[in-house]
T-cell receptor
Framework: DQQVKQNSPSLSVQEGRISILNCDYT??????FLWYKKYPAEGPTFLIS?????DKNEDGRFTVFLNKSAKHLSLHIVPSQPGDSAVYFC??????????FGPGTRLSVLP | DGGITQSPKYLFRKEGQNVTLSCEQN?????MYWYRQDPGQGLRLIYY???????QKGDIAEGYSVSREKKESFPLTVTSAQKNPTAFYLC?????????????FGQGTRLTVV
């Protein structure tokens, strides 16, 4: 039973356009959410996070939106660049417990 | 330079052999984790440790063992009891679980059973 879902296994976007990666969760107790980026044969690197008391967090080209009532969060990348091509993992945690990761979405940014 | 180091990057093992993957961190983190990634799948938690000399099973602990004798080190042993050991293994660390901070990952070890 997946608590964190990323229903799109892959996404292709034109360079310069917006990339929107989606994540849904089932556990209403999650209070902290993160996005990681992963290149092949490397470890994931942290991108951005959001606490459940907020609905938006922005860091440069990356913005995360949280909709608690819908149990949904999304990562927006604007503008998308070829170097953004990677697998993106959504993760969540309940206070004091472990991170739970989604299955990932492979983003391809086309030049 | 603070970070988390996994070694080796690539590892080959014959069936029936145990093998140990190394994970060292100099971030002064209390919590450490081992994950497994299979093609097309997310990260699945094998074991985690919140403090020295204590560790807990994750979702897929069968066939694995760990130790946490030092804060900096959290080695993972893949035993011969693990049915499908070929995978990409990731070690991570974070500050105590109660704090809203991210986990930092190592570069991973790709284990192949031959």
């Amino acid at each position: 039973d997946q608590q964190v879902k990323q229903n799109s296994p892959s996404l292709s976007v034109q360079e310069g356009r917006i990339s929107i990666l989606n994540c849904d969760y089932t556990n209403s107790m999650f209070d902290y959410f993160l996005w990681y980026k992963k290149y092949p044969a490397e470890g994931p690197t942290f991108l951005i996070s959001i606490s459940s008391i907020k609905d938006k967090n922005e860091d440069g080209r990356f913005t995360v939106f949280l909709n608690k009532s819908a149990k949904h969060l999304s990562l927006h990348i604007v503008p998308s660049q070829p170097g953004d091509s990677a697998v993106y993992f959504c993760a969540a945690r309940v206070y004091g417990q472990n991170f739970v990761f989604g299955p990932g979405t492979r983003l391809s940014v086309l030049p | 330079d603070g970070g988390i180091t996994q070694s080796p990057k690539y590892l080959f093992r014959k069936e029936g052999q145990n093998v140990t993957l190394s994970c060292e961190q100099n971030l002064n983190h209390d919590a450490m984790y081992w994950y497994r990634q299979d093609p097309g799948q997310g990260l699945r938690l094998i074991y985690y440790s919140q403090i020295v000399n204590d560790f807990q099973k994750g979702d897929i602990a069968e066939g694995y063992s760990v130790s946490r004798e030092k804060k900096e080190s959290f080695p993972l042993t893949v035993t011969s009891a693990q049915k499908n050991p070929t995978a990409f293994y990731l070690c991570a660390s974070s500050t105590r679980q109660g704090m809203n901070t991210e986990a930092f990952f190592g570069q991973g070890t790709r284990l192949t059973v031959v």
